[in-house]
């Protein structure tokens, strides 16, 4: 490593550009540093319209299954997300409220505050896999991921669509509803661009949910590599789908904790004026 870090600096004092880049490119990489790099970026303090579309390809149809506000708020370096719900009718003001905790403590407190029968529900581990408002996304998919989440199975170099990537495989430490997970990272910006999600059937993984979302679907909004469009499946039925887009987002430092609580919960919150 030593003489990696010499050589390094004589090329580029020298001016040979391609050799030193070749001996950074052969200096190991820390796999922790770049899955919680990629992970964390979703995190700024902000808001943003949301819309959930489920999208049969077969027939042609769309469905909109859920068009809703999203805050995130920072609060002693841990996170808290509140979501609530405009449309459709039959879900409007329906709020949900993600707290992040330490991972020596399980996961996130997961809220949901159900308007129509007056109802404040606790999310658990064993129902973390299920869909999410009736779509291809599960409810843990709204849940912050920090890097000490996972345990890095292997992480490998590879292409999607022509950009260099690294290819992390995943376990997680957390209830969840999958085993194994596959996240491809950009090399260049750190971007999440495609998550695959496992589960143990038998004696074998079997892939459960595929999470795309492209280069196409990135956009750098304050320093930060954010998608603006996913797309969810089952391998089973890939004619089914779910469409998640980002509309109004804009970074806020200057959103406050207040959103993080129970009584923000149930009575809901006013998108903030254009």
Known sequence: MRLA????????????????RAIEDAIPVN????????LRQNFAPNYARVTLENVDTKRGKRRLKGELGVWTVERDNEYCLFGQFFAPTTVR????????????????DYWMYLP????????????????????????GDMEFRRG???SVLRMEESMLDDEP????????RFASGYDQTTMMIA???????????????????????????????????????????LVAWDPKTPERTTEVTWKERVIDPTIRVPVCTQQALQQGRKPPKK
């Open 187 to 229: 090399k260049s910006d750190g971007a999440l661009l495609r998550v695959t999600q496992e589960k143990m059937q038998g004696t074998e993984l079997v892939p459960v949910r595929m999470i795309d979302i492209g280069r196409k679907n990135i956009m750098a909004v304050g320093g930060r590599a954010l998608p603006t469009k």
């Open 93 to 108: 003001n329906t709020t949900m409220l993600v707290m992040e905790r330490a991972i020596d403590e399980g996961s996130n």
């Open 5 to 20: 870090i010499i050589l390094f600096l004589v090329g580029s004092l020298l001016g040979g550009e391609s050799t030193a």
């Open 165 to 172: 990537v690294y290819v992390f495989v995943l376990r997680p």
């Open 116 to 139: 129509s029968i007056r109802n404040r529900r606790r999310i658990s581990g064993a129902s973390r896999g299920d869909a999410f408002f009736g779509t291809e996304l599960s409810q």
């Open 31 to 38: 796999p922790e540093q770049i899955l919680e790099r990629a």
């Open 148 to 150: 000490e989440h996972f």
